[in-house]
């Protein structure tokens, strides 16, 4: 019903930069929250950044002052520009959104919706 697809992972040295992309697609009403989430090898999932419908972002201390999350609404897109890259932010990086659709007259579904995941590798 909604599917996201990710895109812009890959390979960088440390201290560099990437730009990761998440577009939605298919039938709903709206998004509220969509966010970043990463896990290392190892390591259980875990936040990176959230964005609201509204604006509000929400950062991991681990990124904070070097991700930027941001969304194109009318695109159904949230962004994840890294900077200052580091070994320890190797992983694979997930796409979040939490979708609403219609459910029938004046009803509501609340979905949870994950991307597939794109690796992001940092070498020291």
């Known amino acids: 019903q909604v599917q996201l697809v990710e895109s812009g992972g890959g390979l960088v040295q440390s201290g560099g930069s990437l730009r990761l992309s998440c577009a939605a697609s298919g039938t709903f009403f709206k998004i509220n929250d969509m966010g970043w989430y990463r896990q290392a090898p190892g390591k259980q999932r875990e936040l990176v950044a959230t964005?609201?419908?509204?604006?509000?972002?929400n950062y991991a201390d681990s990124v904070k002052g070097r991700f930027t999350i941001s969304r194109d609404s009318a695109k159904n897109t949230v962004y994840l520009q890294m900077n200052s890259l580091k070994p320890e932010d190797t992983a694979v990086y997930y796409c979040?959104?939490?979708?609403?659709?219609?459910?029938?007259?004046?009803?509501?579904?609340?979905?949870?919706?994950w991307g597939q995941g794109t690796l992001v590798t940092v070498s020291s």
């Open positions: 964005e609201t419908a509204g604006g509000e972002t």
């Open positions: 979040n959104a939490d979708p609403v659709v219609i459910d029938g007259p004046m009803r509501f579904k609340y979905l949870r919706v």
